[in-house]
């Protein structure tokens, strides 16, 4: 059993770690270059004991890499690859090819033909992912330290949270393989499920996985205390009036108008602004989930895709087991 | 001793139609049964379902004499089966598939299945997808007997192969049989070659038994009468088909030799071919059942 | 080793063809005492016929005392056929083939040839079983 699921997927699990060692060679040669500019530049001693005079160093650094910075957010479309290649085609192509025929009249069952295979290709698909997840988390180590790790390019590229997406992509295509019994069809619609579950979730779902955390700040907040690492994640932003209640959009867009007049430069002094808002007891509002919130959200981000993933091929199993024909 | 046993099988597919209905036989121990029937005739579905590959809608099959249930890796050990294009991992080698063989059965018996695939000539370092048609049946064949079954199920083993490979096949097939006490239940359409290959049958028309039995029964309790045209419709005593010229008519009957014939009647044996062409042929209010 | 071969369109059951096969290879003499007939498997293989059926042709020269089993080495022929003599054989072929020239001369052809034969055949084994 174990010799067939290597002699099958000996081919993917190849392409994967050529894969991984080109995304690897740059990645290793681009991070350890920025991880000694983090040093030499004086970030690092800024972020260690942050000081008035560190804006400027820690803004440099953060611009001088934030392109390749977002090129990585792509990262969260690698489990696709897992979905669509591996995933798919694992069912789907027996049945194509009609081998389902020759592997369920072995002497092995099914079942444990089935189990066996998602297990260990879904774990090796998992460890692949992992591997990915500590490169680029590795190399964004100086960026979270500035900016935190809650932000969704950090997050996406974590080990755990790429891995459990992937574990979920390779479901998909699993359930749609046995569903369909046709890989170009399972490969198409376990692309589609994989955007269709994973843009909302990323989008709408994650900055509500734990209650964020609330402050309220006087406009001319006179005890600014400087610079230092912003590790909050922001998800809401405002203005609350002297009642506490939210202004809306329009209500904050009139009073713009009415400080800098129609037309008027939004890049003049902020102190008008602030002035207006101190009269009229408007202050600062911002959601925010704190660093320490970290755990939480991966655990909860796990749970849901593991979950999910669990659904999935609960059913690509019973599918297989009682209404084959 | 019956090496399987149907009882009131049907299956349907979703919520269409039956693809099978109402199979009831016994298949002896130790014989080479053919299954015949047109295309759609649901052959397929039910070596398909005599061997736990798909379950029943209803009725229940017996594996010498146990209830064959899906998942048994105890029933799934005594079956071989070639289905239908002798499907193969296209990119193994005829290795690669013995060493999948071996890892997927407690029992196999490799050491044969080399010496089987040597004499046919079949290189083990070659990919299955690169292998002549006739080649991919040997290999799925091989496969199937190092399995060391009871049972063995062949579906249309020989129908996509040219001639020399078709005989080549049966011929191992055949040597096989007679290696050991392997029960043979295979699909075909070729009734010339199941008259030498098999000696029991199993007819299927419509999703329906419609005949079973050995064939040396079958073609002794059958006989052609010959004689005037009968008076319109006038009733003979297991009547199977009949044809009619202007004055004569024949009558493929069901009755023994022993019953006596009317002295206007010629009898004639009738040819297992023509026999089972007859049944298939059958409109289906009548339905002849053994 | 003896090779049997099959007729598929003659309508006789295959077992009964192989019967007669070796039954014919004693009386011509193709096949002597102590020959080995190849095994069931080799002719079942071969002519890519059932085994059973084959096994049964040879059950069936066994209890005609024309073969008998060695364990373990295979089937061989026992040869107690009343084989036609060499010098009788010989005689009566020949005046046969003179019979059958004259039958020819008179326009008769293979057919005709054949179902006198057969007409003949017919009427002395009835007149046999009448005696």
């Known amino acids: 059993m174990l010799w067939l699921i290597w002699r099958q997927h000996r081919a993917e699990l190849l392409t994967a770690v050529v894969l991984l060692f080109l ?75 009609g081998t389902w025929r020759l592997a369920f009249t072995q002497s092995v069952t099914r079942t444990r033909w089935l189990v066996s295979k998602l297990t260990i290709v879904g ?63 399972a490969m198409a619609v376990a692309l589609a499920v994989f955007l269709v579950v994973r843009i909302p979730l990323e989008e709408s779902a994650r900055p509500h996985y734990v209650k ?66 101190a009269e009229h007891g408007i202050r600062r509002y911002t959601e925010y989930h704190p660093d320490s919130a970290f755990g939480a959200m991966l655990a909860i981000e796990s749970a849901l895709y593991l979950g999910l993933a669990a659904v999935l091929l609960a059913v690509a199993v019973w599918v297989v087991r009682r209404r084959l024909h | 001793m019956t090496a399987l046993r149907v009882e009131g099988l049907g299956k349907r597919y979703g919520r269409g139609t039956w693809a099978l209905r109402e199979c009831t036989f016994d298949l002896p121990q130790g014989r080479i049964i053919g299954l015949v029937g047109a295309n759609g005739a649901g052959k397929t ?29 105890a029933g799934l050990a005594e079956v071989g089966f070639v289905a239908q294009d002798h499907p193969l991992y296209r990119g193994f080698t005829v290795a690669d598939l013995l060493h999948f063989g071996r890892s997927m059965n407690r029992r196999f018996d490799e050491t044969t299945a080399r010496k089987r695939l040597a004499e046919l000539g079949i290189p083990l370092d070659r990919r299955a997808g690169r292998l002549s048609g006739g080649q991919q049946a040997q290999v799925a064949l091989t496969l199937a007997l190092a399995k060391q079954p009871r049972l063995l199920v062949l579906d249309e083993p020989a129908a996509s192969l040219d001639p020399l490979a078709r005989r080549e096949f049966m011929s191992t097939l055949m040597g096989a049989v007679a290696d050991s006490e392997l029960t043979v239940l295979l699909s075909s359409h070729a009734i010339g070659e199941l008259e030498r290959v ?37 009733a003979m005593q297991g009547l199977v088909a009949a044809t009619h010229g202007p004055r004569q008519s024949h009558l493929l009957v069901r009755q023994p030799v022993t019953v006596p014939v009317h002295p206007h009647w010629e009898a004639n044996p009738v040819s297992l071919e023509e026999l089972v062409l007859a049944y298939l042929a059958q409109p289906e209010t009548k339905e002849g059942r053994d | 080793m003896f090779a049997f071969r099959l007729d598929t369109r003659s309508g006789v059951p295959t077992y009964l063809q192989l019967v007669e096969q070796v039954r014919h290879g004693l009386l011509l003499g193709y096949l002597q005492d102590g020959d080995q007939l190849p095994t069931v498997r080799d002719v079942a293989a071969a002519l890519v016929v059932n085994p059973n059926t084959v096994a049964k042709a040879y059950r069936e020269l066994e209890r005609a005392g024309l073969v008998a089993p060695r364990a373990g080495q295979g089937t061989f022929v026992t040869g107690n056929v009343d084989r036609v003599p060499a010098a009788t054989y010989a005689k009566l072929s020949a005046r046969l083939r003179a019979w059958v020239n004259a039958a020819r001369e008179a326009g008769l052809g293979p057919d005709q040839v054949r179902a006198l034969v057969t007409a003949i055949l017919d009427e002395d084994r009835s007149k046999a079983r009448a005696a």
């Open chain 2, 45 to 73: 579905t039910l070596l398909h379902l005599a061997i736990g590959l798909l379950s029943p809608t209803e009725g229940s099959v017996f594996l010498f004499g146990r209830p064959l249930r899906m998942d048994r890796p």
């Open chain 1, 123 to 185: 774990a090796g698909t998992a460890g692949i992912a992992v591997a990915f997840g500590l490169l680029f988390t590795w190399w964004r180590g100086p960026l979270n330290e500035i900016d935190g790790r809650l932000r969704t390019a950090a997050f996406v590229a974590t080990p755990v949270s790429l891995a459990v997406v992937t574990v979920f992509a390779f479901a998909a295509g699993v359930l749609a393989g046995a569903l369909l019994r046709r890989t170009i069809p």
């Open chain 1, 23 to 97: 995304f690897a060679v740059p990645i290793i040669v681009s991070g350890l270059a920025m991880h000694a500019e983090y040093e030499t530049s004086g970030a690092a001693a800024c972020v260690a004991n942050p000081q008035d005079s560190c804006g400027p160093i820690a803004d440099r650094f953060v611009s001088n890499h934030i392109e390749w910075a977002n090129r990585l957010v792509f990262a969260a479309m690698l489990p696709l690859l897992a979905g669509v290649f591996i995933g798919a085609p694992l069912l789907a192509r027996e049945f194509e090819s």
């Open chain 2, 198 to 234: 098999c000696d029991h049958l199993v007819l299927l028309r419509k999703g329906r038994m419609c005949l079973a039995g050995d064939t040396d029964e079958l073609v002794a309790g059958h006989r052609v009468l010959s004689g005037p045209r009968p008076d319109a419709n006038a």
């Open chain 1, 212 to 277: 964020p955390l609330s402050r309220v700040n006087d406009a001319l907040a006179h005890n600014d205390p400087g610079w230092r690492p912003t590790t909050d994640w922001v998800v809401e932003n405002g203005w609350v009036d002297s009642a506490g209640k939210m202004l809306s959009a329009d209500a904050q867009n009139a009073v713009m108008r009415e400080i800098y007049g129609e037309g008027g430069s939004m890049y003049g002094s902020d102190l008008g602004l602030a002035r207006y808002m």
